[in-house]
């Protein structure tokens, strides 16, 4: 009985969900609407929980004197204190059916000169170990990491106001980079001896490194002759090839939660019911 | 006893002290916020979706703005929701806040405090807009809300009765809002927003999201999503179209525009950051070669 009924309730509620999704009628809508509530109020139930359970950790730690009890102790006094004035409303108008944030209370003030500069302090510290991070991981050691890092400079770029006067001050810049890209790639393949990629990216490369020359000679740099610009490069980028991956992967994941519910509703699947031993 | 050899210029350059990295970033945040270096933007089409959206609706239109956030994304997020704000009161919209997350209520109150009080001195609580403040529950709380507002939100943040907020009274649930914009640093955030609330009501959802976080709501553009803002970048250049928009009143103004004047400081940071991408790789090939070569040198 102790697998049996959650099996069933789980069943249940699978189902009402499901057909409610595609018949948004009584009873079924008015159904949805009060599982929803049901799980909001787990929810708020679940705050109990994971305070209770973070006190149980630190405090055991700061009793045993574990190493670090230190940082238990102070993580221990920052919570209890907020827990003190958001419960008592310290500080505000008097009573306690005023705002946590009315003017004058303690709760706001913990949060405006505590809780907001050490926790953008710590954000902050982000962007130092991405500037490391990236200047040691970004190498073009092959052919996937020289995509990636393209990429990620073109983004880069993009991402200011240098992609748009890198444009407008040196126009054809792209494409004489793209050029010397696919020179280089034709390169490898004559290298290579392989003929059909070569004439085929010789052929973009010399109609690119071409037009962009024309530009430079013939129109003396006037006139939009260029094709690309960073910023489109940039759009390009995220809704073409990224987006692309996005969608591969939201639908892969969408189908993995299909089969993860079905697995759930018809009970194949009982490891959230835990052990047997249990 | 072996000779130890010294490490080349190059080979030195791949395994320099992240200190100076760290030094050069600081040094590119900190001049341009000392000389104050501000950059104008141009808006790409997902930001400029978001504005011509909010100019379209007529004034009076119930827009409900859910600041799902924590101070950890305030610097890219506030200004959005700042933004946000000053346009909609601009165009006469009347308000709803909400969030999905507890930090959310206290970034509201740093909108409504330092932008709707101060420069919309004709809003009135609870005429023109109300603060529902936060409930638990993440995507819970829109799928109770897309039905009833006062079945999870009984009172507003000040404890009034929900039935005695004037504004509240023709409001039920969702369907009644006539846009949703939300800004948000994660889950639940626009997201949840758009498969909850927007598809399920048929309400236009907009919002602003972190930069990290952009790339995974494009696929919902534009069909889900009426327009997508993501991080700093799109927050500028959503200002500069409010200060091209409405010049009578912003006019070359960029004081009060957070994005704007942040802008500066990430722009050089990135380019800090190219500098030493570029740096390391030519470090890199440059000592790959001259490691091949000793090679060879041993080998003969």
Known sequence: ????????????????????????????????????????????????????????????????????????????????????????????????????????????????????????????????FVASASYRAFRAKNREATVLLIAALIILLGRTLVGTALTETLPGSLELMFGALLAYL??????????????????????????????????AGGGEFYLLTVPDLVNWIMVVPQLAGQRAIMIGICLGIISMSLRLILGVERSYLGSDND | MAQTETPSMMERLQTIDRRWIFLFIMLAVVIPLAFDLTIDEVATPEVQAIYDRIEDLPPGSNVLLPFDYGPESEPELQPMADSYVRHLCRRKQKLFFMCLWPTGQAQTLKTVDQVLKREFSDYRYGRDYVMLGFRPGGQGVIQVVV??????????????????????????????????????????GLKEWIQFGGDRTGVPVAGGVTAVQAPLLYPYYPGQLSGIMGGLKAAAEYESLLIQGYSEAYGTDTERFAAI????????????????????????????????????????
């Open chain 2, 147 to 188: 039905t009833d507002f006062r079945t999870l939100y009984q009172s507003d943040v000040e404890g009034t009765p929900i039935d005695d907020v004037p504004m509240m009274q023709n409001v039920k649930g969702l369907k009644d809002m006539d846009l949703i914009l939300n800004i948000s640093g994660g889950f639940p």
């Open chain 2, 261 to 300: 004047r942040r802008m500066g400081p990430q722009t050089l940071a990135h380019l800090v950051i190219i500098l030493f991408l570029v740096v390391g790789n030519i470090a890199y090939f440059a000592s790959r070669g001259s490691s091949r070569e000793r090679l060879k040198s041993l080998e003969k």
């Open chain 1, 186 to 219: 034709a390169w490898e393949q004559y290298r290579s001896k392989r003929w059909i990629p070569l004439s085929l990216i010789g052929a973009v490369a010399a109609f690119v490194l071409a037009r962009t020359l024309y530009g430079y000679l013939v129109l």
């Open chain 1, 1 to 128: 009985m102790r697998r049996q009924i959650p099996l069933l309730i789980t069943f249940v509620v699978g189902v009402i969900m499901l057909f409610e999704a595609f018949i948004p009628h009584p009873p079924f809508d008015q159904l949805n609407e009060s599982l929803s509530i049901t799980f909001d109020v787990l929810a708020a139930f679940a705050f109990v929980l994971g305070g209770g359970n973070l006190a149980k950790i630190h405090l055991a730690k700061i009793s045993r004197s574990e190493p670090g009890w230190g940082y238990s102790a102070v993580t221990m006094a920052g919570f209890f204190a907020m827990l003190a004035i958001g419960l008592f409303k310290l500080g505000g108008p008097s009573g306690v059916k005023h705002a946590l944030e009315a003017e004058g209370s303690w709760f706001q003030a913990a949060y405006d000169y505590c809780f907001l500069p050490l926790s953008a302090t710590t954000f902050s510290l982000l962007a130092f």
